[in-house]
Antibody, heavy 119, light 106 residues
Framework: EVQLVESGGGLVQPGRSLKLSCVASGFTFSNYGMNWIRQAPGKGLEWVAYISSGSSYIYYAETVKGRFTISRDNAKNTRYLQMTSLRSEDTALYYC????????????WGQGVMVTVSS | EIVLTQSPTTMAASPGEKVTITCRASSSVSYMHWYQQKPGASPKPWIYDTSKLASGVPNRFSGSGSGTSYSLTISSMETEDTATYYCQQWSSNSRTFGGGTKLELK
């Protein structure tokens, strides 16, 4: 069974940093690209970042470019999102999601981890 | 960046009613994916590659479209279909979601 489990969220002050993790199981992690998507309270989905299976391709939404860094450790089946210079508008539920490949959908999602940026 | 605009943003349908949700892209795209999200739950892939139903999706759902206009249709609304639906596409270096359509039961 495919599982994605996020962790690392919490309450953080504006301007500070936080690192999210997503541990994958039930599939060959190194074969799949992975994404982070976020959802602000009561709002819609916003794609945040993508990393390809071999880390050759990395893309970011304009809203986080230069502040967030996506990475992965295939040996640990884990993908990370390092978030710096956090702003109140970064407050959201952050999901990791697997990219099925070949232009396909995000076929498996984690349960999400909450990040609250507030003083 | 391609912008996806969904309409309507909210709608209510009676049981048995036909429902159509539209997603318009700011530039032509090759395909569209759709997700269903219920309150307190993670999104689920629902329709992919414009018209293919994800595993377990009832066949009263269908997807169609091309170019800049895509749609999700429910042939006969059922209670369990109440949810928010999002369209999504990939372009060269970004992925975008539509703003969502909240579907309620009338």
């Amino acid at each position: 069974e495919v599982q994605l489990v996020e962790s690392g969220g919490g309450l953080v002050q504006p301007g500070r940093s936080l690192k999210l993790s997503c541990v994958a199981s039930g599939f060959t992690f190194s074969n799949y690209g992975m994404n982070w998507i976020r959802q602000a309270p009561g709002k819609g989905l916003e794609w945040v970042a993508y990393i390809s299976s071999g880390s050759s391709y990395i893309y970011y939404a304009e809203t986080v470019k230069g502040r967030f860094t996506i990475s992965r450790d295939n040996a640990k089946n884990t993908r990370y999102l390092q978030m710096t210079s956090l702003r109140s508008e970064d407050t959201a539920l952050y999901y990791c999601a697997r990219y099925g490949g070949y232009g396909g959908p995000l076929d498996y999602w984690g349960q999400g981890v909450m990040v609250t940026v507030s003083s | 960046e391609i912008v996806l605009t969904q309409s309507p943003t909210t709608m209510a349908a009676s049981p048995g009613e036909k429902v159509t949700i539209t997603c318009r892209a700011s530039s032509s795209v090759s395909y569209m994916h759709w997700y269903q999200q219920k309150p307190g739950a993670s999104p689920k892939p629902w329709i992919y590659d414009t018209s293919k139903l994800a595993s377990g999706v009832p066949n009263r759902f269908s997807g169609s479209g091309s170019g800049t206009s895509y749609s999700l249709t429910i042939s006969s609304m059922e209670t369990e279909d109440t949810a928010t639906y999002y369209c999504q596409q990939w372009s060269s270096n970004s992925r975008t979601f539509g703003g969502g359509t909240k579907l309620e039961l009338k």
